[in-house]
T-cell receptor, first 111, second 109 residues
Framework: DAEITQSPRHKITETGRQVTLACHQTWNHNNMFWYRQDLGHGLRLIHYSYGVHDTNKGEVSDGYSVSRSNTEDLPLTLESAASSQTSVYFC??????????FGPGTRLTVT | AQRVTQPEKLLSVFKGAPVELKCNYSYSGSPELFWYVQYSRQRLQLLLRHISRESIKGFTADLNKGETSFHLKKPFAQEEDSAMYYCALAGFGNEKLTFGTGTRLTIIP
């Protein structure tokens, strides 16, 4: 069955380290999104992509980057992790005009 | 700029009682509105979208453009409705979503 997966599911890292969160979908969707979920803020869009080699900044993109080298993957990189980036991160994908399908989430703690 | 407001962070309702989760939005064009739900230990999933006009798990939501609202309603709450509910908006022709801050619904047995 087609699905969307994220890895790792839990990650603890230190301030200043580079961290990459993986997102992989097997639906062949063109659109992929990264959100962070924080209490009191709901889900906020970090970056998104509408196809291979396309990337766009979302509402809270500072300190994050993404690259899209194929249809299936959109890794999210924290260049230099900060305590403010402790959060739960969700990846999602969709086909044009359709609902977004979400991954299980990655809980990141920056100490 | 587009904005979604869910005024209630927490809502507790007795089983069998009616449920209404409020959602108001701000958008200058024609929006598309959604409700997403996240049950305990599960991933976020679409509950319903206004263009489909469906009733899912007994929930309905009507887009009121005059009041810029998209409230989620269910006439008789069930224990399995306990979850986190997010209202979301997509601008016309836009794929990305703007989410509200969410409402945690607890159904009291």
């Amino acid at each position: 069955d087609a699905e969307i997966t994220q890895s790792p599911r839990h990650k603890i890292t230190e301030t200043g380290r580079q961290v990459t969160l993986a997102c992989h979908q097997t639906w062949n969707h063109n659109n992929m999104f990264w959100y962070r979920q924080d209490l009191g803020h709901g889900l906020r869009l970090i970056h998104y992509s509408y196809g291979v080699h396309d990337t766009n900044k979302g509402e809270v993109s500072d300190g994050y980057s993404v690259s899209r080298s194929n249809t299936e993957d959109l890794p999210l990189t924290l260049e230099s992790a900060a305590s403010s980036q402790t959060s739960v991160y969700f990846c999602a994908s969709s086909e044009t005009g359709a609902e977004q399908y979400f991954g299980p989430g990655t809980r990141l703690t920056v100490t | 700029a587009q904005r979604v407001t869910q005024p209630e962070k927490l809502l507790s309702v007795f089983k069998g009682a009616p449920v209404e989760l409020k959602c108001n939005y701000s958008y200058s064009g024609s929006p598309e509105l959604f409700w997403y739900v996240q049950y305990s230990r599960q991933r976020l999933q679409l509950l319903l979208r206004h263009i489909s006009r469906e009733s899912i798990k007994g929930f309905t939501a009507d887009l009121n453009k005059g009041e810029t609202s998209f409230h989620l309603k269910k006439p008789f709450a069930q224990e399995e409705d306990s979850a986190m509910y997010y209202c979301a908006l997509a601008g016309f022709g836009n794929e990305k979503l703007t989410f509200g801050t969410g409402t945690r619904l607890t159904i009291i047995p």
